[in-house]
């Protein structure tokens, strides 16, 4: 008998059907013998659904607000769940963030986890009840609704889990694992076995979004034995692992791609000391992320500094960028936001030559043009236009041969 925490994302409950059959597979599970906690998402669609619907009442919504909104979403499923679990006999209950103690910080729209108070679950697994828990949502300190930022039912779950030192964390999805890329744009994506880790935590902050970045940041500290699955099929899925393998790595293991950032540079600017303080400084204190900078020196003893930002700070940053080249005397600023970022991750970078040279080749035969680099020991990141995003993926999916896999113990494609 084991403690197992199992997620279903949107589309796993995405109509009566759907709920239908997790309750079918949460009471087998519960039947053979195991302590089990249920964290759902809001139906598919829905969270957007909200989002749209609160921007029509106010332009500027209200943070606090809305997140009482979306938390409403992830209510509806663990209750029609429950009466599900209950139909077939399978005593359970529903919870929503607040009421198992799910305490967050006070950033509405991306709060994270401080803590989870146990008491409640254990009582309820000990009268061998199912737990159903609403994913995405806590509380502050204030008892005000928080939720913790798209795909945060993953983060409620990996977060459950270590809370309950759970036996093993599943995430239930609509792909049957993670694939060497998004199998929705690379169709001859391969499932990988297992990931380590830190690849995956690579993946996912570089746009991968099977798993919020959390959940793998939380699973890599309080090592949860984590393991994605498919809701539709039975097969293996894929398992984070916290070694770095002993088998011969591919150079590269995945491929991901980001179309959420914008990307501003403001030219023609004194190339003294101080100028990326000066410049940064006041997009930071307006807490807006700024995630690539490039900053190169021209022949005239002036400069020019490009950053990329997430899309929906592009505004506010091109505005804040406006009034630091006033008091600058800059040039002038230009900013776009048809860009996209894609990235060639993998742990076996750190022993091969040569692989930037081959992902700049194979973009170049292509002829999509590369507007920013960046790396890390296990990354290489490069910003495109926008319209060659898919087409780049493609590229570096075939270029590094991750059809064909090189990686021991990996199988072939089953789903799509
Ligand atoms: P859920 O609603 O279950 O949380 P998500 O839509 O958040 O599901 O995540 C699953 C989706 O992630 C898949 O449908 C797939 O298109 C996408 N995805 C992107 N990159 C990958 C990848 N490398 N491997 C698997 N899925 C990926
Ligand atoms: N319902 C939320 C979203 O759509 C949280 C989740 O699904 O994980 O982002
Ligand atoms: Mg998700």
């Known amino acids: 008998m084991a403690l197992i925490v199992e997620k279903y994302g949107g589309t796993s409950v995405g109509d009566v059907e759907r709920i239908n059959a997790v309750a079918d597979k949460v009471a087998g599970a519960r039947a053979e013998g195991h302590e089990m906690v249920v964290v759902v998402s809001a139906m598919s669609g829905e969270t957007n659904r909200l989002t749209e619907l609160a921007a029509e009442v106010n332009p500027e919504v209200p943070a606090r607000e809305l997140d009482v909104l979306l938390a409403t979403g992830e209510q509806v499923t663990i209750a029609l769940l429950t009466m599900a679990l209950h139909r077939r006999g399978c005593d359970a209950r529903s919870y929503t963030g607040g009421q198992v103690h799910i305490r967050t910080d006070a950033v509405h729209g991306r709060a994270r986890i401080l803590d989870i108070e146990d008491a409640r679950v254990r009582h309820d697994l000990c009268q061998g009840r199912v737990v159903v828990v609403a994913g995405f949502q806590g509380v ?31 995430i239930y999805t609509d792909v049957d694992g993670v694939y060497t890329a998004d199998p929705r744009i690379v169709p001859e994506a391969r499932r990988l076995d297992s990931i380590t880790v830190e690849e995956m935590l690579e993946m996912a902050s570089l746009g991968t979004k099977v798993l919020q970045i959390r959940s793998v940041e939380f699973a890599g500290k309080y090592r949860v034995p984590l393991r994605v699955l498919s809701s539709f099929g039975s097969g293996p899925g894929t398992l984070i692992t916290f070694e770095e393998p002993l088998m011969e790595q591919p150079m590269i293991s995945g491929i991901a791609y980001n179309r959420d950032e914008a990307k501003l540079t403001i030219r023609g600017i004194p190339d003294e000391p101080g100028i990326a303080y000066r410049i940064l400084g006041p997009i930071s204190d307006a807490h807006i992320n700024v995630d690539m900078i490039v900053q190169n020196v021209g022949a005239d003893g002036t400069t020019d500094l490009t950053f990329t930002v997430h899309r929906n700070d592009y505004p506010q940053s091109l505005s804040i960028l406006k009034q630091t080249a006033e008091v600058l005397s800059a040039r002038d600023v230009v900013g776009a936001d048809d860009i996209a970022k894609v990235s060639i991750v993998g742990v076996g970078m750190r022993s091969h030559a040569g692989i930037a040279t081959t992902m700049f080749r194979s973009l170049a035969e292509e002829g999509i043009n590369i507007q920013m680099i960046s790396t890390s020991e296990i990354k290489i990141s490069v910003v495109v236009d926008d319209k060659y995003m898919e087409l780049g993926v493609r590229t570096l999916h075939k270029a590094f041969g991750l059809e064909n896999g090189t990686k021991h113990g990996d199988t072939p494609p089953s789903a799509g």
């Open 140 to 170: 502050d300190e204030a008892q005000n609704i928080t939720t913790l930022g798209r795909g945060g039912s993953d983060t409620t779950a990996v977060a459950m889990a270590a809370a309950l030192k759970a036996d093993e964390c599943r």
